[in-house]
Nanobody, 125 residues
Framework: QVQLVESGGGLVQAGGSLRLSCAASGGTFNNRPVAWFRQAPGKSREFVGFINLSGSSTDYADSVKGRFTISRDDAKNTVYLQMNRLKPEDTAVYYC??????????????????WGQGTQVTVSS
């Protein structure tokens, strides 16, 4: 059973940067696609981006494209979300998620079977 733990959230001013980490235990990331989602108060969970098994393919929501970057270090069993030029509208709880099927990359939460507990990101204006 894969367990995921996010870290790196916090309070940052608009225009600043944060790097979130998602560490896996009880299993490995190296045969799983990994995604990041976020959920703001009163809103549904939304797709941020995903990365494939090898790290050769990523995709992002239009709202974060060009500002956020996902990378993975399978030797450390960790996936990262680098967030630059943060905006107040990026404020949310950020979740990482891992899939079961190696080739399935999904834009939907239902496409992932393992979730972390989330980490809060707050961007002040």
């Amino acid at each position: 059973q894969v367990q995921l733990v996010e870290s790196g959230g916090g309070l940052v001013q608009a225009g600043g940067s944060l790097r979130l980490s998602c560490a896996a235990s009880g299993g490995t990331f190296n045969n799983r696609p990994v995604a990041w989602f976020r959920q703001a108060p009163g809103k549904s969970r939304e797709f941020v981006g995903f990365i494939n098994l090898s790290g050769s393919s990523t995709d992002y929501a239009d709202s974060v494209k060009g500002r956020f970057t996902i990378s993975r270090d399978d030797a450390k069993n960790t996936v990262y979300l680098q967030m630059n030029r943060l905006k107040p509208e990026d404020t949310a709880v950020y979740y990482c998620a891992a899939g079961t099927y190696p080739t399935r990359l999904s834009y939907r939460p239902a496409g992932y079977d393992y979730w972390g507990q989330g980490t809060q990101v707050t961007v002040s204006s």
